[in-house]
């Protein structure tokens, strides 16, 4: 038996609701829950539906809160209130939708002027959103100054496909996570600007706390290595972030370091 839509998405809604709290502190922080799966294909969905189930996915599961903020600038990323309107003129030729499809499946196919380079592609891990909620995640932002008139077609039938079938595969870092936690403390100085988890209090540099839940393995391993060439965090000041932790950490330490932050969700 098939559930009615309507009853699917209702049903969506009230299990994001109730498993989600934020904290409204100066670092953002969402809570740790297990990813909702949600489906449209196939169904009958009303538009007032569509955008609802993109604002909880944008809340919840999408991450993005911890980079972006509506109406107030975020920590890392451009404040996202009006971006249905401003989407309509980033790119000549390219329409409002189109722009907003592609900056969650292509984030460097434009860069915003101001912000780094830093916003993962949001179909693949570590956020790893299927197509469905792919569609309603735009129908929202389309609704934020825009006119909504995205189809389930209008997404690529290639995005997501890291989502499809339970999930991404999981990267292994061959590392140890409790020796990587010394590094962060000792050697690594990483703890003397840094917040992770329960260790550090640091406000210098960007909370880590959930880095492994927007962040690829490839972002974080490049930045520890090469601070400056993968951008300068929005919000913070460039050139302070030590640029030798390549060259001062021996290749066991550094694995483990990384091994650490992925840990970090
Ligand atoms: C790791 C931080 C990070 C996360 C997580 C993130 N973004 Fe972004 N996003 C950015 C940054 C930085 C930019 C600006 C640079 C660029 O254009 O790539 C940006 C740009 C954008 C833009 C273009 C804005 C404009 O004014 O043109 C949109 C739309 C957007 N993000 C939506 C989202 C959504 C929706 C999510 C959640 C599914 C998300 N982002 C998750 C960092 C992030
Ligand atoms: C002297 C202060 C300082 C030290 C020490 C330091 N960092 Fe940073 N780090 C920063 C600052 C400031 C930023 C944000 C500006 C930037 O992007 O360069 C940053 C950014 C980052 C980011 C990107 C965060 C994001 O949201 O995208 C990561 C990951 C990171 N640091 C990891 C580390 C690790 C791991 C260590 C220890 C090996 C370390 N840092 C040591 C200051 C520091």
Do not use: E, F
């Given at each position: 038996m098939r559930l009615p839509i309507g009853l699917k998405v209702g049903a969506f809604a009230v299990v994001v609701m109730g498993g989600y709290s934020w904290f409204a502190n100066s670092i953002p922080q969402i809570e740790s829950k297990p990813p909702q799966e949600l489906s449209l294909e196939g169904g009958n969905v009303t538009q007032a539906q569509l955008v609802k189930a993109g604002e909880e996915i944008y809340h919840t599961?999408?991450?993005?809160e911890i980079c972006h903020r509506i109406g107030q600038q975020g920590t890392r990323a451009?404040?996202?209130?009006g971006v249905g309107a401003r989407a309509a003129k980033r790119?000549?030729?390219?329409?409002a939708k189109a722009y907003i499809i592609e900056s969650l499946l292509?984030?460097?196919?434009y860069v915003v002027e101001g912000?780094?380079?830093?916003?993962?592609?949001?179909?693949?891990?570590?956020?790893?959103?299927n197509r469905s909620e792919l569609w309603a995640l735009t129908a929202f932002l389309e609704s934020l100054g825009g006119?909504?008139?995205?189809?389930?077609?209008?997404?690529?039938?290639?995005?997501g496909a890291a989502a499809a079938g339970g999930g991404a595969a999981e990267v292994k870092i061959p590392g140890d996570p409790k020796q990587g936690e010394l590094v962060f403390q000792g050697?690594?100085?990483c703890i003397a600007c840094h917040k992770a988890g329960k260790i550090g209090a640091s406000?210098?540099?960007?909370?880590?706390?959930?880095i492994a839940k927007i962040q690829t393995p490839d972002y974080i391993m490049k930045k520890i290595l090469d601070p400056k060439g993968m951008g300068t965090v929005a919000g913070f000041p460039p050139?302070?972030?030590?640029?030798d932790l390549g060259t001062r950490l021996a290749a066991k330490e550094y694995v483990d370091l990384v091994a650490f932050l992925l840990t970090l969700k």
């Open positions: 599961k999408g991450t993005c451009p404040d996202l209130a790119k000549p030729g390219t329409s292509a984030p460097q196919a912000y780094p380079p830093i916003m993962p592609a949001v179909d693949k891990p570590p956020i790893a959103l006119t909504v008139d995205v189809t389930l077609n209008d997404i690529p039938a290639t995005a050697k690594g100085t406000p210098v540099g960007p909370d880590l706390s959930q050139g302070v972030m030590p640029q």
